[in-house]
């Protein structure tokens, strides 16, 4: 997805199995953190006496339209991330990110080189390539 200056759009990958709980939470966390949409993406209804019909019962990610930076959004995931880990001891750690097709796994707590890999991918999708995004912890510092 592509991004303008002051607004960046991209899809959010969820691994398979993901809870349509946690997926709602991170949706509301990125529209509290600035996202003017965040809206499902790919959302799966198998057929099951159980469910009710337009009933979400499995979501593969979200189709997020972002005002800031990619650094932002960034530090955004990562303390999503941080925070449910925290909180539940465990859980979700990676997320995907996907701007015009080119994907980078944010991941929390992030190795050196998965910072590196995350750093190249905001220069790549900053036109100004610039990488603080309002104090630069999506850089990995």
């Not at 499995?58 to 530090?75: K, R």
């Not at 080119?102 to 610039?130: C, K, Q, S, W």
Request: charged residues 25%; hydrophobic residues 40%.
């Amino acid at each position: 997805m592509r991004h303008q200056q002051g607004l960046v759009r991209f899809e959010i990958e969820f691994p398979p199995a993901t809870e349509l709980g946690t997926a709602l939470e991170l949706r509301e966390a990125l529209l509290k953190a600035g996202a003017d949409a965040a809206e499902p993406l790919r959302v799966r209804q198998p057929c099951s006496s159980r469910t009710r019909p337009g009933e979400i019962v499995d979501i593969a990610g979200l189709a997020v339209a972002f005002v800031g930076t990619v650094a932002a959004v960034v530090d955004v995931l990562r303390g999503w991330l941080a925070e449910r880990r925290d909180d539940a001891g465990g859980g979700m750690v990676t997320i995907k990110v996907v701007i015009d097709g080119d994907p980078v796994e944010i991941t929390y707590p992030a190795t050196g080189r998965e910072d590196r890999m995350v750093r190249d991918f905001i220069l790549r999708h900053n036109g100004n390539g610039n990488t603080n995004g309002g104090g630069g912890a999506g850089t990995g510092a």
